[in-house]
């Protein structure tokens, strides 16, 4: 049982069309982080959001953190050929004690293609 | 570049074989961590090291290991390998514990990876 689902799996769009890619959990997180990996490369770290409701924009690219802090999303704009990737989506849980460790949980991850 | 490297880059080997990847955090980042990426299971949380003591332990087999050297780098050890280890694995390092969630000191810089192949 994945305890971070995203969704969709796989997105195969044409540029200048908008996505949106979701992150969702029964689980509370205490903060969400989008990663992006290039083939034969590690994650690179887009954004981290940490507060319910919380909305951050990096050029294009919107992410949303849920009012819960069980689910987020990741919204292009305009979408590239450039943006082509895997979207990772991971987060500290909070455990029952209201504390957060270090490691991460990641999400399944939605294989991104733009075609020119 | 993250500043994060491991070593090899790629790593071939038959099975019932022992294996040792190596991971060189950023400069003055105390936590290492090691993740196993394959395709049906996704990246996963294997453990984490902080300051030469182990702090979080994920679904880790118990044929696997890992150490965090004074000098801070840090070694994953496979051994009794099978078909099913082949996957990447990748260390990151961050420069907290990263119990306080979100601030830019927590954040996991990944390296590039060793792409473990057992035959």
């Known amino acids: 049982t994945q305890l971070l689902e995203q969704s969709p799996q796989f997105l195969s769009i044409q540029e200048g069309e908008n996505l949106t890619v979701y992150c969702n959990s029964s689980s509370v997180f205490s903060s969400l982080q989008w990663y992006r990996q290039e083939p034969g490369e590690g994650p690179v770290l887009l954004v981290t959001v940490v507060t319910g409701g919380e909305v951050k924009k990096l050029k294009r690219l919107t992410f949303q953190f849920g009012d819960a802090r069980k689910d987020s999303s990741l919204h292009i704009t305009a979408a590239q050929p450039g943006d082509t990737g895997l979207y990772l989506c991971?987060?500290?849980?909070?455990?029952?004690?209201?504390?957060?460790?270090?490691?991460?949980?990641f999400g399944q991850g939605t294989i991104l293609t733009v075609h020119p | 570049d993250s500043g994060v490297t491991q070593t090899p880059k790629h790593l071939i080997t038959a099975t019932g074989q022992r294996v040792t990847l190596r991971c060189s955090p950023r400069s003055g980042d105390l936590s290492v961590y090691w993740y196993q990426q394959s395709l049906d299971q996704g990246l996963q949380f294997l453990i984490q090291?902080?300051?030469?003591?182990?702090?979080a332990k994920g679904n880790i087999l118990e044929r696997f290991s890992a150490q965090q050297f004074p000098d801070l780098h840090s070694e994953l050890n496979l051994s009794s390998l099978e078909l099913g280890d082949s996957a990447l694995y990748f260390c990151?390092?961050?420069?907290?514990?990263?119990?306080?969630?979100?601030?830019?000191?927590?954040?996991?810089?990944f390296g590039p990876g060793t792409r473990l192949t057992v035959l």
């Open positions: 991971a987060g500290h849980l909070v455990n029952a004690g209201g504390t957060s460790y270090g490691k991460l949980t």
């Open positions: 090291y902080y300051n030469g003591e182990e702090r």
């Open positions: 990151a390092s961050s420069a907290t514990l990263g119990r306080v969630a979100g601030g830019p000191s927590d954040t996991q810089y």
